[in-house]
């Protein structure tokens, strides 16, 4: 068997390798062979609307992220201020209970006694206030008569 004949690279028009020939082996030619270069093209609407719909969802993309970041945020003062409500109720409870340990009568009984040296009043001590009985008696205005 004999190898198949090699034939050069196809040489263009120009007489490169590695253009396109002149004449193609199926007989058909390029459109553009010996006609005039073709009008320039009028832009369509694609581009500007594939930039719209970008800027669109770059528009969507920071509005979720600042949504999502406003979210952390607020979550994070929840969670602040439930820590905060926290500790101001323990101080609550504690201030009660301070407060009943202060007006209990043996701690008001012990202050009286050490601090302000008090006694326990003596009967002899004690003097009766009787209030006069305004309805009986007559005033200057002449009441009564």
Do not use: W
Request: aromatic content about 2%.
């Amino acid at each position: 068997m004999t190898p198949p004949p090699t034939t050069a690279p196809a040489r263009g028009r120009n007489g490169r390798r590695g253009a396109t020939p002149a004449n193609f082996e199926h007989g058909f030619q390029r459109a553009d062979d010996g006609l005039p270069p073709p009008p320039p093209r009028r832009p369509t609407g694609l581009p500007l609307v594939l930039m719209l719909a970008l800027g669109l969802m770059t528009a969507a993309g920071v509005v979720q992220v600042r949504t999502r970041a406003r979210v952390l945020e607020l979550g994070a003062d929840i969670a602040e201020l439930t820590a905060e409500h926290g500790r101001l109720l323990d101080e609550k409870r504690r201030l009660e209970a301070e407060r009943a340990y202060l007006r209990h009568p043996d701690y008001i009984e012990d202050v009286a006694a050490g601090r302000m040296q008090m006694v326990p009043a003596t009967p002899d001590r004690l003097q009766a206030i009787r209030l006069r009985d305004e309805s009986n008696q007559t005033g200057p205005k002449g009441h009564g008569g």
